[in-house]
């Protein structure tokens, strides 16, 4: 698959749920692209009301952190006005969890999925909000410090 029709298929949902629908029909939270695995996140709103991805629990761009800032992000808008956000794609090969959970969310509704490996395993919120406390550390490898110092001295 394409990164590009994969951000432009987003662009049919009508609801936040229809986002989640074409997500999950796509494969997420783990896609392939162009034969590399990579853990999608998304995250914006519909008409004022938001949206967002957590792993183990927390929002993914806590939960990411610098690792965000390595990362692949692509803008996207839906077909009602005030509506789109952003599809965030991470390198499968720089997550070095093991397991972990993804839930796509908003105020009220949840998509979760339980990954292992690179298995992929939708569950409910009962088993999601039970599992939470179980995740290892999330780990996702970011700028080593030589890239951190060179970042530095170029944005000074």
């Known amino acids: 698959m394409k990164v590009e029709g994969f951000v432009a298929s987003l662009k049919n949902a009508e609801t936040i749920e229809e986002l989640f629908d074409i997500l999950e029909k796509k494969g997420a939270p783990i896609i392939e692209f162009d034969g590399q695995k990579t ?4 995250e914006g709103d519909f008409e004022g ?5 957590e792993i183990n629990g927390k929002k993914a761009n806590f939960a990411l952190g610098d ?3 390595n990362s692949a992000s692509f803008p996207f808008k839906c077909k009602k006005p005030y509506t789109g956000g952003n599809a965030i794609f991470v390198n499968f090969e720089n997550i070095e ?3 972990f959970l993804v839930a796509y969310r908003s105020e009220d ?3 979760a999925f339980h990954v292992k490996g690179t298995e992929v395993e939708k569950i409910d919120e009962t088993k999601y909000e039970e599992l939470i406390p179980k995740m290892p550390e999330f780990k996702v490898k970011g700028f080593s410090e030589e890239q951190m110092d060179m970042m530095g001295a170029f944005f000074g």
């Open 49 to 53: 009301k938001p949206f967002w991805t």
């Open 97 to 99: 969890s093991e397991e």
């Open 109 to 111: 509704t949840l998509r």
């Open 67 to 69: 690792a965000m800032l």
């Open 39 to 42: 853990l999608v996140v998304v």
